[in-house]
């Protein structure tokens, strides 16, 4: 594990947040909001309405900003995300995991805990130096969002399909060449 599982797993949904806007778009419905926030374990307030849903779609292009920024730059944007938030730090414990921290109450909107649990991972990814983690996929037809978790920092495609899309056109390309 490169992070504590809280980092990661906020990381983690940032990451399908912000590729979510990539073609073909998903989290266009309640329902798949409501997939979302049981897949990366959100707890506390969730709505089910289309406003929150809105809401959190609205975070995408910030929380891209803020994964590819620099390091300077990605400071500046923490800073500013829990400022706004007025976010504080505390140490919480709720199934299944055991202490950890959360910077706004449970209560707080959606979007709002979203993108605090976002900054407060971002934290850690600045702090470790670890921004060679995040990166653009390197299919040249897709914009999407790469968070490298494995040890010895070998991904780079954010998805299976474009991996797969990328492996199919080298195969080709190998037997045009009569390789």
């Given at each position: ?22 073609p ?93 649990e ?20 390197a ?41």
């Amino acid at each position: 594990m490169v992070f504590a599982h809280d980092t990661e797993e906020a990381l983690l949904a940032a990451v399908a947040l912000v590729n979510s806007a990539e073609p073909p778009e998903t989290l266009t419905t309640v329902a798949e909001l409501d997939a979302f926030y049981d897949r990366f374990g959100y707890t506390g307030r969730h709505d089910g309405t289309r406003t929150e849903l809105d809401e959190v779609r609205a975070l995408r292009q910030r929380l891209r900003t803020l994964l590819l920024a620099e390091r300077d730059e990605a400071v500046e944007l923490v800073n500013a995300i829990l400022g706004e938030a007025r976010a504080v730090p505390q140490l919480v414990r709720h199934a299944p995991l055991d202490w950890h921290i959360h910077a706004v109450p449970p209560q707080a909107p959606l979007a709002v805990r979203v993108g605090v649990e976002t900054a407060m991972a971002m934290i850690d990814v600045i702090r470790a130096d670890e921004h060679g983690r995040l990166g653009v996929c390197a299919d040249d037809e897709c914009a999407g969002v790469v968070l490298d978790l494995s040890r010895n920092r070998s991904k780079r495609f954010c998805s299976v399909t474009c991996g797969n899309r990328n492996a199919v056109a080298a195969y080709r390309a190998r037997q045009a060449g009569g390789e």
